[in-house]
């Protein structure tokens, strides 16, 4: 079992930036790979990026792609989302997740494992 804390979520202008970490715990090993979604006011839960278990490939939401960085410590069992360039429609709950094995995962589906979530708002 994998217990998975987000943090660093708040309020950000437009334009700003604000960098999320999830804190893995629960297991010895870092064979997990590990992906961020968001789901917004009355929308359902988005893809926004993955990584693979040792970090080497990223995949990034359509709407993401260029502003926002995935990483991996897996030293630290931490995961962080690098966000610059916020937008109003950057506004959602961030979710972190992980999932046994050596690919990245893109859909809701493929992961087993969830954070309780972290509200990032982002006002113009």
């Known amino acids: 079992q994998l217990q998975l804390v987000e943090s660093g979520g708040g309020l950000a202008q437009v334009g700003d930036s604000l960098r999320l970490s999830c804190t893995v715990s629960g297991r010895a090993d870092s064979s997990y790979s590990m992906g961020w979604f968001r789901q917004g006011p009355g929308k359902e839960r988005e893809f926004v990026a993955a990584i693979n278990y040792n970090g080497v490939s990223t995949y990034y939401g359509d709407s993401v792609k260029g502003r926002f960085a995935i990483s991996k410590d897996n030293a630290k069992g931490t995961l962080y989302l690098q966000m610059n360039a916020l937008k109003a429609e950057d506004t959602a709950v961030y979710y972190c997740?992980?999932?046994?094995?050596?690919?990245?995962?893109?859909?809701?589906?493929?992961?087993?494992?969830w954070g309780q979530g972290t509200q990032v708002t982002v006002s113009s």
């Open positions: 997740a992980a999932t046994l094995g050596t690919r990245a995962r893109v859909t809701t589906d493929l992961y087993n494992f």
